[in-house]
């Protein structure tokens, strides 16, 4: 739905009743077989375009440069990839990079992905010339939702992304400005770090005085440069235990719409939110290869946006998707499950936690998220130590 922008699920006689005008997908038989087919596949993709960008953030899930990777694809592989995934039934996609305002044709991209019935929406760094910034201001009308990735207000934005980047809030600033005057659905990405945590506040009044629509917070992982600087930017123990209510706090003193990164799950059920309030609100934790998937700029498949690669391209998703073994760990959380994850009460809704951060921190990803807090208590109430993070290891079998 376009007002309000939501992605529900209801059969044709609900919406009918609800007052929703009939759309061409209403002329699809209304049979069983139908209704398999259109749901038997991942609601959106998170499709990095390109991984060339000139920021060098130290954090940098993708380890982005300036020149970008070999094999990356074109338009045209793109276009291919997006059909592919409107017959697996994606509702929308979400571009990123790298950083996807440098390509020439990101505004053909998100026409086709409309043509096909998707909805685009972008993550931008908003560091780039006044050339490319125009450009992209002239394609806002074609996405759902821009976010641009503001990690800190001020000084806080180059603690947390590199000392280099002494003007980078100010040039971030500006893309929010100008994308802001184009349209409402404006919003910030902020990647919440140890160095970060302590200014939220000041993220949200930013994003307050400039009338912008959400805050979307994510949990540091360790992909990309992010590796290397994963036990320094991570957050404490502490900082994820505070995390909920801090959010809260600050969501309703500045009245503003706040969205978090399926990882932090487990920091929700820290606080004992009950299950079905959970799952009224569609809080549930590590959905790749289940509700998303991923694509490399080579177009090579992912579970996730932060996981290796698999042996699939996007393009080939629909024998790949079917297949038994599809996506390894991520599909498999429920069978393999370990204590205290298997007889937690939410298991069905954390899912175990992030299988990218327990691969890095445990080596194994099918064991529980070693940031939990209801893991850690676990572990120190029986004496058992906590893992001590190693360099990431895959965490998909390409066989």
């Known amino acids: ?41 991942p609601l959106e993709a998170h499709l990095q375009l390109t991984n060339r960008c000139d920021a060098g953030c130290q954090g940098c899930y993708t380890g982005a440069t300036p020149t970008g990777a070999a094999g990356e694809w074109g338009l045209e592989e793109w276009k291919r990839a997006i059909d592919a995934l409107a017959a697996r039934g994606v509702f929308h996609l979400a571009l990123g990079g790298g950083e996807s305002a440098l390509l020439p044709w990101l505004g053909e991209v998100a026409e086709h992905a409309r043509s096909r019935g998707l909805v685009p929406n972008l993550t931008t760094s908003g560091l780039y010339g006044d050339a490319e910034l125009e450009r992209l201001c002239g394609w806002v009308p074609l996405f759902g939702q821009i976010n641009v990735s503001i990690d800190g207000v001020g000084e806080d934005y180059a603690r947390v992304r590199g000392q280099h980047l002494t003007d980078g809030f100010e040039r971030a600033d500006r893309a929010v400005v100008a994308l802001r005057k184009r349209s409402k659905h404006i ?62 706090k600050l969501a309703r003193k500045h009245r503003l719409r706040v969205r978090l990164d399926c990882s932090y799950t487990p920091m929700v059920t820290h606080h004992r939110v009950k299950p079905k309030v959970m799952q009224w609100l569609a809080i549930y934790g590590c959905a790749g290869g289940d509700l998303l998937v991923g694509a490399k700029a080579s ?89 001590v993070p190693r360099r990431s290891l895959p965490i998909i079998s390409t066989s």
């Open 299 to 387: 177009g090579m498949l992912t579970a996730c946006s932060f996981a290796a690669p698999v042996e699939r391209r996007v393009d080939a998703i629909g024998d790949y998707w079917q297949s038994e073994d599809a996506f390894g760990p991520f599909r498999r959380w429920r069978e393999a499950a370990a204590e205290p994850c298997n007889t937690c009460e939410y298991l069905t809704l954390c899912r175990g936690g992030c299988r990218v951060v327990t691969a890095h921190v445990s080596g194994d990803p099918t064991l529980p998220d070693p940031e939990c807090p209801r893991v850690i208590d676990w572990r120190a109430s029986r004496g058992i130590e906590a893992p």
């Open 187 to 248: 919003g910030i990405n902020c990647v919440v770090t140890r160095e970060s945590f302590d200014g939220l506040g000041r993220v949200f009044a930013y994003a307050k005085s400039r009338k912008l629509r959400e805050v979307e917070l994510l949990r540091f992982k360790p992909s990309g440069r992010g590796i290397k600087t994963y036990e320094a930017l991570r957050c404490t123990d502490a900082q994820h235990r505070a995390l909920v209510p801090t959010v809260l």
């Open 1 to 41: 739905m376009e007002r309000p922008r939501a992605l529900v699920f209801v059969d044709r006689d609900r919406a009918r009743r609800l007052g929703y005008r009939q759309t061409p997908l209403w002329q699809a038989p209304e049979n069983e077989r139908w209704s398999e087919e259109l749901l038997s596949g």
